[in-house]
């Protein structure tokens, strides 16, 4: 599925919920069912700084509660007001690689435009899944 503009929209309306009183980084995200449902993520910062969880992830996590599985979806577009596109923490990477197709697109933006595609499969390379549990003896 190629961008569409409507997602930048989105993704930019998710940023705008983002709770971040201690670092003021504020990130949105947007998830898109297969069915055309769409999910706005944005980081939900803690005072316990380890608390804090990612706009992915909270996009993902809201998905799921509402009864989506994984291999619903359809792209994720994740949008920052920095100079180029920020990329996704580790702990996010795990949590797309879980829910999401390995071929997915995930698209990573800033607020002025600018449009990187990856996939879930680039994000984390040879990442650990389910599948590794299934050679357990
Ligand atoms: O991919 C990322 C990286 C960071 N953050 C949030 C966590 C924290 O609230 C703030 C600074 O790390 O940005 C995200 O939402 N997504
Ligand atoms: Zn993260």
């Known amino acids: 599925m190629d961008f569409k503009n409507e997602w930048q ?9 983002a709770y971040t009183p201690y670092s003021n980084f504020k990130v949105g995200a947007f998830l898109i069912a297969k069915d055309g449902t769409t999910f706005d993520g944005c980081n939900v910062e803690n005072a316990a700084y380890g608390d ?12 799921i509660a ?3 599985k994984p291999g619903d979806f359809e792209a994720l577009v994740v949008t920052t007001d ?3 596109p920020s990329s996704p923490c580790g702990s996010c990477r795990q ?4 829910l ?11 607020i002025k435009g600018n449009v990187i595609k990856l996939t879930v499969d680039d994000l984390l ?3 650990f899944s389910g599948r590794d549990l299934e050679d357990v003896k």
């Open 9 to 17: 929209d989105g993704v930019k309306a998710a940023r705008e919920k």
């Open 100 to 110: 999401c197709d390995d071929e997915m697109p995930v698209y990573l933006t800033n």
């Open 125 to 127: 390379p040879l990442g």
């Open 95 to 98: 949590v797309i690689k879980e």
């Open 82 to 84: 920095t100079p180029t």
């Open 52 to 63: 804090c969880i990612c706009a992915e992830r909270t996009a993902l996590v809201s998905a």
């Open 66 to 68: 509402q009864g989506y």
